[in-house]
């Protein structure tokens, strides 16, 4: 089971909860108990797994990957989009979750985001099931 | 085979050592070859694999984290751990091993560490075990 | 399918393309659907997929990484390589892909890099194929 799925982002930095996309694909690939693998195809954004409860959280995380990677940094590519490259290593393009009695295990307080680094643009994201048996 | 594993920390930033426990499911999976999977259900701790021999580098580890992400930072998050959810996006949740004859590949110097960055808490750690066959 | 290729460095930090390796064993495998395991087993280099195009990102990525964890950092760790650790921890020692019709799914400006931070030397890495069925 394979789901290709398309984001729209508003921001150039920001993040998109898609836990309901993530559950959705296992549901329908009928998956009691194995993986899911969440892959974005690009290198300007990533996926991480995080706090969905507080707003200020994903504020938070943005504001200070920020000044950890400054958009106007002393960089090379001619793109200007440096930043968005370094900041797509940091966070990952792909995270891997498990599936227990149909549904991916997640924490109280986790949600799956996609991390957009240089938007706003639509962008791709695959979600793949892999079965126990 | 998934098994769930509860991780008591003593501290408010701590990296354990939970390489026996990922080991002792594989064993008990009986998965000769394959994948295992280590995730973690929290949004302020994470999974890595690193440096086992010199308990130093676990020190300079979580000494450089904090300095690139203050726990006092100028942060919205009224909890007061939005520097543990940012190190947990950067450290990431789940760490994923490949199972050769019955063993998960390690390096000479490699272990499994959960890593606490909002302690002292009680953790729970996921260890997913998928064979080829 | 495992297979384990060894990858010699030249410079301290250096990221090399793998892509064509990783392709070269999923084809072998066979698996026209599944997932693909990149995994390093070092401790001070990692595996990132990011951008090919361009080689300033590559330039831009490893400055960057070295000024947010300098060599000569205030750290512990007697062997003077506290910062390669850091960058593998934050980098991550392994990606997982999915594959599709025989091919690992990369976006168009997407390569799979060993990230070497404490070279040169020669490293090991080990790519696993699972297919669906």
Redesign the interface.
């Known amino acids: 089971m394979?789901e290709h799925i398309d984001i729209r982002t508003a921001r150039r930095n920001e993040l998109t909860d898609i836990t309901a996309r993530v559950k959705d694909t296992v549901a329908k690939s009928g998956v009691k108990?194995?993986?899911v693998?969440v892959?974005c195809?690009?290198?300007t954004a990533g996926i991480?797994?995080?706090?969905r409860a507080?707003p200020?959280?994903k504020?938070?995380?943005l504001a200070?990957?920020s000044k950890?990677?400054p958009e106007n940094?002393a960089?090379?590519?001619?793109?200007g989009n440096?930043d968005s490259?370094?900041k797509?290593?940091?966070?990952?393009?792909?995270?891997?979750?498990?599936i227990?009695n149909g549904i991916p295990?997640?924490?109280q307080?986790?949600a799956v985001f996609f991390c957009e680094f240089d938007g706003p643009r639509t962008r791709?994201v695959?979600i793949?099931v892999?079965g126990?048996e």
């Open positions: 394979l108990n194995g993986i693998i892959y195809e690009h290198t991480t797994i995080n706090e507080d200020a959280v504020t938070d995380i200070h990957l950890l990677v940094g960089f090379l590519h001619a793109e440096s490259h370094i797509s290593l940091i966070v990952g393009v792909s995270k891997t979750l498990i227990e295990i997640l924490g307080w986790q791709k695959h793949k892999i126990d």
